[in-house]
Nanobody, 121 residues
Framework: QVQLVESGGGLVQTGGSLRLSCAASGSFSTINLMGWYRQAPGKQRELVASMPTGGTTNYADSVKGRFTISRDNAKNTVYLQMNSLKPEDTAVYYC???????????????WGQGTQVTVSS
């Protein structure tokens, strides 16, 4: 089992910045991917950014050039630096981790509890 603890959400004005963090702990041998999703009221959850281990970072078109995802593999932590925030970025942001319990088992998806990001106009 993997536990994810998120932090860093809050209220910010348009044009401001926030940094989200998500630390993974528990029983796993490898992390395949770490990333962030978000869900605004009345909308489906959508990918914001993902960072596969040893792979290519992927961003939603709406955040390219403004958000940066990074990882500290020694700490099993993923970050999302959000700059030039817009009101349409307002949502609950969820950390997503895909991890294997053992090297020979299939990866399992885990989700954080969500952290609210509100951008005021």
């Amino acid at each position: 089992q993997v536990q994810l603890v998120e932090s860093g959400g809050g209220l910010v004005q348009t044009g401001g910045s926030l940094r989200l963090s998500c630390a993974a702990s528990g029983s796993f041998s490898t992390i395949n991917l770490m990333g962030w999703y978000r869900q605004a009221p009345g909308k489906q959850r959508e990918l914001v950014a993902s960072m596969p281990t040893g792979g290519t970072t992927n961003y939603a078109d709406s955040v390219k050039g403004r958000f940066t995802i990074s990882r500290d593999n020694a700490k099993n932590t993923v970050y999302l630096q959000m700059n030039s925030l817009k009101p349409e970025d307002t949502a609950v942001y969820y950390c997503h981790v895909s991890a294997r319990r053992y090297y020979f088992t299939a990866p399992v998806d885990y989700w954080g509890q969500g952290t609210q990001v509100t951008v005021s106009s």
